[in-house]
T-cell receptor, first 112, second 113 residues
Framework: GNSVTQMEGPVTLSEEAFLTINCTYT??????LFWYVQYPGEGLQLLLK?????DKGSNKGFEATYRKETTSFHLEKGSVQVSDSAVYFC???????????FGAGTRLAVHP | NAGVTQTPKFQVLKTGQSMTLQCAQD?????MYWYRQDPGMGLRLIYY???????DKGEVPNGYNVSRLNKREFSLRLESAAPSQTSVYFC????????????FGQGTRLTVV
């Protein structure tokens, strides 16, 4: 079946460090891929998305590229801030099953 | 601009009690979802409704029932609550096509004692 695997956290970084959170997926066909972010005490909100191979999604300094050859959608940011501390979820939409499937989430803590 | 509204925000139940979690969206979305979030498990899909009048099981449907009352509302019912159902529950909605954003409610924190 379709699934999403994320690197385990927590990830702890100093402010202005480079961030990578790995995400790989298993799916039939050509799913759309997403990164969602959850700030403390809140629901999830969309961070970025990509709908086809080689697409790059970007928002708020975060980027992720849809790599079909490696079935990956890694999240990157060049310089993190304390305000980026949150839980990040990779997700895919399986058109054949018409549902959104999430990874386990990766907690990011950024210290001054 | 309410988006997705869930009620209640917090609830404590005794084992065996029943309750219904309510969800409503005002974005005219076709698809609605119920997830549970547990530490280390991410979000797991309980049930979803691809369109008004249809519902389907997700990964963890046992112990739950749902009703898509109309296009706006999608409720989740626990008939006989168990401690294993202690979790944070999120409702979400989307237009329905695969490349569109899902909007989430603020969540319901449920404790079953």
């Amino acid at each position: 079946g379709n699934s999403v695997t994320q690197m385990e956290g927590p990830v702890t970084l100093s402010e202005e460090a480079f961030l990578t959170i790995n995400c790989t997926y298993t799916a039939t066909g050509y799913p759309s891929l997403f990164w969602y972010v959850q700030y403390p005490g809140e629901g999830l909100q969309l961070l970025l998305k990509a709908t086809k191979a080689d697409d790059k999604g970007s928002n708020k300094g975060f980027e992720a590229t849809y790599r079909k050859e490696t079935t990956s959608f890694h999240l990157e940011k060049g310089s993190v801030q304390v305000s980026d501390s949150a839980v990040y979820f990779c997700a895919l939409f399986s058109g054949g099953y018409n549902k959104l499937i999430f990874g386990a989430g990766t907690r990011l803590a950024v210290h001054p | 601009n309410a988006g997705v509204t869930q009620t209640p925000k917090f609830q404590v139940l005794k084992t065996g009690q029943s309750m219904t979690l309510q969800c409503a969206q005002d974005m005219n979305h076709n698809s609605m979802y119920w997830y549970r979030q547990d530490p280390g498990m991410g979000l797991r899909l309980i049930y979803y409704s691809a369109s008004e009048g249809t519902t389907d099981k997700g990964e963890v449907p046992n112990g739950y029932n749902v009703s898509r009352l109309n296009k706006r509302e999608f409720s989740l019912r626990l008939e006989s609550a168990a401690p294993s159902q202690t979790s944070v529950y999120f409702c979400a909605s989307s237009v329905g096509q695969g490349n569109t954003e899902a909007f989430f409610g603020q969540g319901t924190r449920l404790t079953v004692v």
